[in-house]
């Protein structure tokens, strides 16, 4: 490469292919607890899977996960009545967690499931606990600060419903930033970054798909001269942190030309 040259990206395709909850991000994580007597309570970690999780998914996790543990009734009608949901609350750009009251003995018309663990000796509502940060980044996930909820279980003998206290993070990755081991770009602290790109800005945003950019404009960055038997391109997220893309099957091109004086 000669001196005096500059390159941008004209195109990209990539795969949208990372994940959103992973042990990686370490938000994988949080407590349920099972009231048992007047203050005692059987614990359960929950641990998700890897994946990429939006509400409705993520809601069908938690059911799907009740069922697996037995801690369900099902009513006259054959549906299933869990003792915790989640939902988004689009309102109130939050999500919303409910935790129900076990009872001391099935309601009419209820059944409980073979392995059911049993009912309580007085009716108390399950409860949550969310870590830590220095433990599990799932607080950011679902928008609860760290705490137990609701704060004094012991006490709780009706349905708790509660919103998000902060803003809940769906996901980890915004924007896609491309840095090239070629860019030697003197404006900016990070000197290899060639491009950054929304991926809101791409036609087609659903997890699976392709994440189609097109550069409308010239953006081109200083690269540096010399001989060079090779060119590493790293894919990064807004923060400048790696990202584990899962498809490999990615297109880059990338236009270099001498600089225009």
Request: proline residues 6%; hydrophobic residues 35%.
């Amino acid at each position: 490469i000669p001196e005096n040259c500059e390159c941008m990206i004209t195109a990209a395709s990539i795969p949208y292919s990372f994940y959103n909850i992973t042990q990686k991000y370490n938000n994988n994580q949080f407590k349920f607890y099972y009231p048992t007597g007047t203050n005692t309570y059987t614990a359960f970690t929950i641990i998700i899977p890897d994946g990429f999780y939006i509400q409705s998914t993520f809601s069908s996790y938690l059911q799907q996960w009740s069922i697996d543990n037995k801690l369900y009734m099902i009513d006259a009608s054959g549906n299933n009545f869990y003792f915790f949901s989640y939902a988004e609350n689009t309102t109130l750009y939050a999500n919303q967690l409910i935790l129900r009251v076990v009872p001391t003995v099935a309601p009419a018309g209820f059944t409980t499931p073979v392995g059911f663990p049993g009912f309580p000796t007085v009716a108390r509502t399950c409860y949550i606990e969310i870590l830590a940060l220095s433990t599990s980044h799932f607080s950011k996930y679902i928008g609860l600060t760290p705490a137990t909820y609701p704060a004094v279980p012991v006490s709780q003998t009706t349905t708790y419903n509660v919103s998000s206290n902060i803003i809940p993070l769906t996901t980890t990755v915004n924007n896609l930033v491309i840095k090239c081991s070629l860019v030697n770009n003197g404006t900016s602290n990070a000197s290899d970054i060639l491009d950054s790109f929304n991926i809101g800005s791409s036609p087609q945003t659903t997890f699976g798909s392709n994440l189609n950019f097109q550069n409308s404009i010239e953006k081109f960055v200083n690269i540096s001269s010399g001989r060079f038997n090779n060119i590493s391109i790293t894919i990064v997220d807004q923060n400048l942190n790696d990202i584990a893309i899962l498809d490999p099957n990615i297109l880059i091109s990338i236009l270099i030309r001498k600089k225009k004086f």
